[in-house]
């Protein structure tokens, strides 16, 4: 028997961790391939915009954040957010769609507007918001450490409060 017909030896389970790590390089490619261009046109909501650049945003690789302006040539920049969802995981879909309702609500000049959502074809859900100049709120906070937490924790409670009274069976008492 030659060594190519020998039988291949039983290595045994993989690693601990071996399969979340094969699925995080999986998603990092995934998120490289949908990284949209500057100059790339894209219409949400029957709205068309053009990409003039992505934002450096440090939040992962489930999002880009890119700034864009609406076309035909309004002036307005807006800024649209690229989830990339896993066709596998609807609940991601369902939670995005769900804070993107609950911010649509919200009228407030310290928050900026949602103009419009849409989930394509290739599982990527898009959010176009108001352009906002200036430093994202956890920059923004990053100096006082114990202040950003107790905001954070502000802001899921908040939107879980919004959450609750939006469910069918809600009552205000």
Not at 28 to 46: C, K
Not at 103 to 131: A, M, Q
Not at 154 to 170: D, H, I, S, V
Request: with cysteine; aromatic share 8%; proline share 7%.
């Amino acid at each position: 028997m030659n060594m190519l017909e020998e039988p291949i030896a039983d290595v045994g389970e993989p690693p601990a961790g071996f399969n979340e790590m094969i699925e995080q390089i999986e998603s990092q490619n995934l998120a490289i391939r949908n990284r949209l261009p500057a100059g790339t046109e894209l219409s949400v909501d029957g709205k068309n915009y053009v990409i003039s650049s992505e934002l450096p945003i440090e939040g992962g690789i489930a999002f880009f954040v890119y700034k864009v302006r609406r076309k035909p040539e309004c002036g307005l920049e807006f800024a649209l957010k690229q989830i990339l969802c896993d066709p596998k995981d609807p609940e991601i879909v369902r939670l995005c769609m769900e804070e993107v309702r609950i911010l649509e609500s919200l009228s407030h000049p310290n928050i900026v507007r949602c103009y419009g959502k849409e989930l394509k074809k290739d599982n990527n859900f898009y959010v176009v918001t108001e352009w906002c100049d200036g430093l994202s709120i956890s920059k923004y906070f990053a100096p006082f450490p114990s202040l950003h937490r107790k905001i954070k924790r502000f802001k899921e409670a908040c939107l879980q409060g919004q959450r609750t009274r939006n469910r069918p069976n809600w009552q205000d008492g």
